[in-house]
């Protein structure tokens, strides 16, 4: 039927972006296509990028990369979430862990049962009901999927990763299934007049590599989709003012935290990313109210162990290319665009988009409605974590500092303003297809971050309510003494890694 086929797909770029491509579209469209990916070791990568979400564990049983090898090759460590510190008040925090939360009661969410609960009398807090949430405060992790034969879920996790070292490993694995990796820098790219694809990319000495598709993975250079396609790039700035990071490595802490820490700052928030030899720190910073000095001076004052070498500072602009696919080339990564890594979404944007690409992966001409389809899921799931990113901001506590002033009053995507008013009013929430974060997620940080919906949908009151006090008493009991019998997070890595728990919890550094 498909008279014509692609059998070439040219990759620009080996950061993670181009290197998870490679390796995901080498194994799933077999020796059918062709995988070249052209990267020049003189431009180099972005280097960072060290936290994920569980979806990674997707893509990794996909390539056949268990939880051993990725702790091995890539100095990581297990992630159970994110704890937000400072963002409703100073000395504040609450955790976004993974997972869903209590059990399944009826046809209302569990935190509308929880809220009618609480509204009577004790019934703890949301973070109760989680064993994810309950293992990370208290520095455990094991792999359980569900507490006993309960309906109560276990631990769910992602992991923290040196970006250059899961980069190489990517890398490894997409050789490994056949693609080939040249060196080169483009220097210029060749069109066809008739149609304005791409049909070459011209390396410095010459070189050409010609190819049917082309991934632009060329980090924030856009090199394809925004240089040679012509893509505009939409600004999202408006929303998320920050535009800088800086960034440093350090020297391990007191604790192997199985979480990422994200710490308000006067002008923005700070990262803590803890991997088993060293710790990642980021400031993510507005320069519009903050100097890159100042941001400098910040971060270095708020690391744990001794930093390694000066500060990187990264600057970036908050947006996105307006259609990732346009003609035959598809932009991923960085070139697709960037939000900041508040929650840690780009390297799944990358993910997403390299199965959504092998989905709709085209059979003969580059067919519109293809395209079209493409372009449409990306948009709407970009929209949506720029929301929720968004809402992070817009509900903060920080009264009296200007930068956090002025994300709370400004003006709100008309996507998110629907949402917080559903969610105000009676705890609603909707979710559309495909959207990343759950109402789980949502609901953590609106609670964590005080928006106490009015009350809870009619469907909660159907359980009596004596029956609800003990279902939930026994869920938080059964939570709490599961969570203290877990290994520590260093026992679990040191286990996995063969290596001896003392040298990652056991050094002066971490008494
Ligand atoms: C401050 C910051 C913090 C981040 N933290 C996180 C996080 O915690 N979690 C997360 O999921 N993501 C995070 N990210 C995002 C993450 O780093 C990126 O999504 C991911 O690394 C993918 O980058 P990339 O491969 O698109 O680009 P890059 O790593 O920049 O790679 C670009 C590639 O293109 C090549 N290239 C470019 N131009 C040419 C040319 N002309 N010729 C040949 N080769 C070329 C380069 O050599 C390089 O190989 C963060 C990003 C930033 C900026």
């Not at 996909?62 to 704890?83: H, Q, W």
């Not at 923290?160 to 790219?189: K, P, Q």
């Not at 440093?248 to 088993?276: C, D, E, H």
């Amino acid at each position: 039927m498909n008279a014509s086929k692609i059998e070439s797909v040219v990759i620009l770029g080996g950061g993670t972006a181009g290197w998870m491509a490679a390796a995901v579209l080498a194994k799933a469209l077999g020796p059918a296509v062709a995988v070249t990916l052209v990267e020049s070791d003189e431009i180099g990568t972005v280097g960072v990028g060290e936290a994920t979400i569980p979806q990674i564990r997707h893509l990794l049983n996909f390539l056949g990369l268990d939880d051993r090898r990725v702790l091995s090759e890539t100095d990581a460590t297990f992630k159970l979430g994110i704890a937000f510190e400072g963002w409703r008040a100073p000395g504040h925090r609450y955790i976004h862990a993974f997972g869903e939360f209590g059990l399944p009661l009826g046809l209302a969410p569990f935190h509308h049962h929880l809220r009618r609960a609480q509204q009577g009398g004790e019934a703890g807090e949301l973070w109760d009901y989680s064993l994810t949430a309950q293992a990370a405060y208290s520095g455990r992790y094991a792999q359980l999927p569900r507490i006993g034969d309960t309906r109560i879920g276990g631990i769910v996790s992602a992991f923290h990763l040196d970006a250059t070292r899961f980069a190489t490993l990517l890398r490894r694995t997409a050789e490994a299934a056949g693609v080939e990796r040249i060196e080169g820098r483009v220097e210029a790219v060749v069109k066809s007049d008739e149609t304005g694809n791409v049909s070459a990319l011209t390396l410095r000495d010459g070189r050409r590599v010609k190819g049917e598709v082309f991934l632009d993975c060329s980090g924030f250079r856009s090199r394809l989709i925004g240089q040679e396609m012509g893509v505009p790039f939409e600004d999202w700035s408006a929303h998320l003012p920050c535009d800088r990071a800086v960034a440093v490595r350090s020297a391990p802490g007191p604790a192997l935290r199985p979480y990422t820490q994200a710490m308000a700052r006067k002008a923005g928030w700070q990262w803590r990313i803890p991997l088993q030899g060293r710790v990642g720190n980021g400031h993510v910073y507005s320069s519009a109210h903050m100097s890159d000095d100042e941001a400098a001076a910040v971060l270095t004052r708020n690391l744990e162990g001794e930093a390694e070498g000066e500060p990187r500072l990264i600057p970036f602009r908050t947006g996105r290319r307006r259609e990732a696919w346009a003609g035959n080339v598809v932009a991923l990564g960085l070139a697709a665009g960037f939000m900041e890594p508040l929650e840690s979404t780009s390297i799944h944007l990358v993910q997403s988009a390299v199965e959504r690409l092998v989905q709709a992966f085209p059979t003969g001409s580059m067919e519109p409605a293809l395209c079209n389809a493409y372009n449409q899921r990306t948009r709407t799931e970009w929209e949506r974590i720029r929301d929720f990113l968004v809402l992070h901001y817009a509900v903060n506590g920080r009264a009296g500092e200007p930068f956090w002033d002025e994300r709370r009053s400004a003006a709100l995507p008309e996507s998110l303003e629907r949402r917080l008013s559903l969610f105000r009013a009676g705890g609603r929430f909707f979710a559309e297809e495909s959207e990343l974060f759950t109402e789980t997620g949502w609901v953590q940080v609106l609670e964590g971050q005080g928006v106490r919906p009015e009350g809870w949908a009619p469907a909660a009151n159907a359980l009596p309510e004596e029956r609800l006090r003990s279902i939930l008493a026994n869920t938080r009991n059964l939570i709490g003494r599961t969570a203290e019998r877990l290994p520590t997070h260093e026992d679990a890595v040191a286990r996995l890694t063969g290596t001896d728990p003392a040298a990652l919890s056991g050094d002066e550094n971490r008494a």
